[in-house]
């Protein structure tokens, strides 16, 4: 059973995604902040980590920095909701940034819990694969 890890401050957000992976026969790790994730991270090898892109304490892409930093070979899916109240200005692009920083993969909110499986299982795919890809299609 796939071990997953899931930082996000929001308690709806964990409880709606860790209800479906666990339906989905994954094991879910809650998370709710970076100082909080990253704690996880210390006794358990995750399969693959969610990680917010915005939480507090752990501001901007830090969050994504570090866990990469911390599980290089451990799948990261960034997600964000983050919109700009006025869309005359230019937005940078969040998501890209995040795959910079080190994610393998991004979602942004609200996602389908068919599009969650989605990434998942093509994230968990690439790093079975013996062929993977060093920078998988995005």
């Known amino acids: 059973m796939p071990r997953i890890l899931v930082v996000d401050d929001d308690p709806m957000v964990c409880m709606a995604i860790e209800l479906h992976l666990e339906r989905n026969n994954f094991q879910v790790t809650i998370a709710d902040?970076?100082?909080a994730g990253l704690r996880a991270l210390e006794g358990v090898n995750f399969d693959?980590?969610?990680?917010?892109?915005?939480m507090p304490h752990m501001r901007g892409f830090e969050s994504i920095r570090i866990f990469h930093e911390?599980?290089?070979?451990?799948?990261?899916?960034?997600m964000s909701g983050y919109a700009f109240?006025?869309?005359?200005?230019?937005?940078?692009?969040?998501?890209?940034i995040a795959l910079e920083l080190g994610a393998t993969r991004c979602?942004?909110?609200?996602f389908t819990p068919?599009?969650?499986?989605?990434?998942?299982l093509e994230c968990l795919a690439d790093v079975r694969s013996p062929f993977a890809t060093a920078a998988p299609p995005r």
């Open 70 to 78: 911390r599980a290089p070979s451990v799948p990261l899916i960034a």
């Open 107 to 110: 979602l942004r909110k609200p």
């Open 85 to 96: 109240a006025n869309l005359d200005t230019p937005a940078p692009d969040f998501l890209r």
């Open 114 to 120: 068919v599009a969650l499986l989605t990434v998942i």
């Open 33 to 35: 902040g970076g100082e």
């Open 48 to 54: 693959l980590m969610i990680v917010d892109i915005f």
